[in-house]
């Protein structure tokens, strides 16, 4: 079926900046919406932002202003750009997209990446 792959976590600074990235392969005939999700030991999975197929975007409020959310659809890929990153920034990261197959039936399959840790240190 359809997979979703990330990259781009780690460990960072205070301050500092990463690149999120998010691949999709396989069977896609399009993809829809695209969003990133976060969770920490103990809370809610949240939404981060998400971008729709026209480049629609949307964000957390304690995102605005230093997150931005990307995708290039020749690519089947999405990109979250963290700048001025704080230590409440540390969760693990997830990919998710709503992708309709290039088989039939062409039904939209909800997916999901494998989560990507960010640890944000003060």
């Known amino acids: 079926q359809v997979q979703l792959v990330e990259s781009g976590g780690g460990l960072v600074q205070a301050g500092g900046s990463l690149r999120l990235s998010c691949a999709a392969s396989g069977r896609i005939f399009s993809i829809n919406v695209m969003g990133w999700y976060r969770q920490v030991p103990g809370r809610q999975r949240e939404l981060v932002a998400d971008i729709t197929s026209g480049d629609n975007t949307n964000y957390a409020d304690s995102v605005k202003g230093r997150f931005t959310i990307s995708r290039d659809n020749a690519k089947n890929t999405m990109y979250l750009q963290m700048n001025s990153l704080k230590p409440e920034d540390t969760a693990v990261y997830y990919c998710?997209?709503?992708?309709?197959?290039?088989?039939?039936?062409?039904?939209?399959?909800?997916?999901w990446g494998q989560g990507t840790q960010v640890t944000v240190s003060s």
């Open positions: 998710n997209a709503k992708i309709i197959e290039r088989i039939l039936p062409y039904r939209t399959g909800d997916y």
